[in-house]
Every structure is written in C-alpha cells, then in structure tokens.
C-alpha cells in the first residue's frame, strides 16, 4: 500500500520552493513562489509529491492528517482499517472517515441535518436504507464492492452489513461531522460517545 501526504503546504509555509526527492518523488517538481505548478511539474500517479508516507506503519497511518494536503491510496486505506470509525481527514468544510461493520452489524439509523455524506464500499455486501423519519425508511437497496451511495442532509438512513464478511467502507462528510480526530474502535464506543 503506497499512501504519500503532499508536502506542499509546508514548504509554502516555510518559503521553501523546491520539493527533495524523499518519499520516492521523482522529476523536475518546483513550485512557483505563487503556489503556481510550473509547466515541467507534471504529476501522474508513479510521480507524486511526497513528504511523510503516511503508509509507512500500518499502525501510525491511521489518524487525522486534516487540515493539511494529504494523498491516499482510498482502497487500501478503507480496507486495512479495522476500527468501527475512524477520522483521516478533518478540515473546515469536509472530513474522511474509514469504516468496518462486522457481519449482522450496522451503523445506527441516523440523520445529519446540515451534513451531505458520501458513502463507499471497498469490501461486502450489505442494506442500505433512507427515508424522511427514523421510523420511515422507505428507500431499501443492496449495495456491495464498489458501490457508492449519496445520503442528503436531513435524510435519515441506515447501512447494514448483511454478508459473511466484514464490510470495508469509507464515507466523505460536507461539512464535517465528527470530532478532529475520531477513533471508535467499535460500535459500542461510537453508542457511547454518540450519546453521552
């Protein structure tokens, strides 16, 4: 697994314009003292600025690295995740979150008022269910591998993992919707935290 954050806002923030080769980067990459790419600064997937690799310890990959830039590899990141929740990205107008539900698990039936989610699945199969009350969950599809799913402020919703194995997700909140730095290791503790 490659995950590479972006060194760029701190060597702007210090003045420095030219970007090492640490972390793999390779090419002729400098940055303009306008914060402007240069026409010979052409990044593709195999030459990418890089500063720490947040995937150097699966055990230190897995925290906020908001509100600073930041490139994952999204699958990789959703699928070794093992925690219930937790927060990888924090900004001021949207968050990143990695997800496992374990079979027969879901996450609550809940609503956001001012909060669009985006939701993806790396791995499993499961329900996803949304409606205009807790009571009233009239929408009701499967989704699996791959399937991203749209939920709009105010609506309520649920996602239910109803396969064998444990369902890999990541979701994207506008505007945040969780605490800087959200760790839930299970449901139960998001139940906790969640509710007092």
């Not at 760029?8 to 640490?22: L, V, Y």
């Not at 195999?46 to 500063?51: A, E, L, P, R, S």
């Given at each position: ?5 972006n ?13 090492s080769?640490?972390?793999g ?10 914060n ?9 997937s ?11 310890s699966?055990?230190?990959q897995?925290r906020?690295y ?10 990789s ?14 900004g001021?107008?949207?968050q990143v ?16 008022p001012?909060v ?11 329900i ?8 009233n ?6 989704v ?11 609506a ?6 109803t ?8 979701s ?14 299970t ?5 906790v935290m969640e509710?007092?």
């Amino acid at each position: 697994m490659e995950n590479r954050n972006n060194n760029f806002w701190q060597n702007n923030q210090t003045g420095q314009n030219n970007m090492s080769d640490q972390g793999g980067m390779t090419g002729q990459n400098s940055m303009t003292s306008q914060n402007n790419m240069t026409s010979q600064n052409n990044m593709t997937s195999q030459n990418n600025m890089t500063g720490q690799n947040a995937g150097s310890s699966q055990a230190s990959q897995f925290r906020d690295y908001g509100p600073v830039p930041v490139i994952f590899d999204m699958e990789s990141m959703t699928k070794l995740n093992t925690s219930f929740r937790t927060a990888i990205w924090t900004g001021k107008h949207l968050q990143v979150t990695v997800m496992s539900l374990q079979p027969g698990e879901d996450i609550g039936v809940e609503m956001h008022p001012d909060v669009d989610q985006f939701v993806r699945i790396e791995a499993g199969d499961g329900i996803v269910e949304m409606g205009t009350s807790r009571d009233n969950l009239s929408f009701n599809q499967p989704v699996t591998d791959d399937d991203a799913i749209i939920i709009p402020a105010g609506a309520w919703h649920n996602v239910s993992n109803t396969g064998d194995i444990v369902m890999k997700a990541y979701s994207i909140y506008a505007p945040p919707s969780h605490p800087y730095g959200t760790k839930q290791q299970t449901r139960a503790e998001e139940d906790v935290m969640e509710n007092g």
